[in-house]
């Protein structure tokens, strides 16, 4: 079901490494922030308040976000080409330090957290179990129900922020493609324990709304579902 990913720390953690890319960055951090902002308008004042349509199924109200969102509007989603894109994002490598290591916690994934309206949209559907900071899973979804322009909006803007180490070290994307498919296929977004929910909401975001409408899961290193997203009320573990 998955690549292997340990269910400890993956590897070595270097001492006092700067984990968290642009972390001391405070320009970098405000421009990245900035993008989200204008990526998803809906943030923070009107996030659920996208109009519905009479068709009331996934397709239809996630052309609403996206267009509210500022998506690609392609007059044929079809037209979207996915040959041109990575199959793979890792962000840098970070610098060898001498201290302890704190948190894997960047400022952009603390940003997500200090908008009330954004942390409000982690809704599990169930948990089971609470997770340990320095454990390695990844986020895993289904784009085969997202329209195309959506996917390919998506995996741009996780590739920005990923490739310049807004989202920590270790964080990292990939793809499986769908064969003779067009799109994004089969993702999976390699993170820590402790910063599950934040790159959850990365994902919300960067998906505008299709990883709760389409749902997705929360794996860890013994191939086990922890968490599940979807549009049914939120249970408990």
């Not at 959506?150 to 989202?167: K, T």
């Amino acid at each position: 079901m998955s690549q292997g990913v340990n269910n400890t720390a993956a590897e070595p953690l270097e001492p006092n490494s700067d984990l968290n890319g642009h972390a001391d960055d405070a320009s970098v951090h405000d421009s990245v922030v900035e993008s989200i902002e204008e990526y998803d308008p809906l943030l923070p004042d009107d996030i659920d308040t996208v109009p519905e349509t009479e068709d009331q199924g996934p397709a239809a109200q996630g052309s609403a976000v996206q267009a509210r969102a500022g998506a690609p509007d392609s007059e044929d989603p079809d037209d979207v080409d996915f040959s041109d894109l990575t199959l793979c994002v890792r962000p840098q490598s970070p610098p060898v330090g001498n201290g302890p290591l704190t948190s894997f916690i960047t400022p952009t994934l603390q940003s997500m957290m200090q908008t009330p309206e954004l942390a409000g949209r982690y809704r599990p559907l169930y948990f089971t179990r609470p997770l340990i900071p320095a454990e390695r899973g990844y986020w895993c979804m289904e784009t085969d129900e997202w329209p195309l322009d959506a996917q390919d909006d998506f995996w741009r803007f996780m590739e920005r922020l990923i490739s310049q180490s807004e989202l920590g070290w270790h964080v990292w994307i990939i793809r499986e493609p769908r064969g003779g498919q067009n799109g994004l296929g089969l993702v999976k977004v390699f993170c820590w324990g402790e910063v599950v929910q934040h790159v959850y909401l990365v994902l919300y975001l960067a998906s505008h709304r299709w990883t709760k409408k389409a749902g997705c899961t929360w794996v860890d290193g013994t191939d086990q579902i922890v968490i599940r997203i979807g549009e049914e009320p939120v249970v408990g573990p």
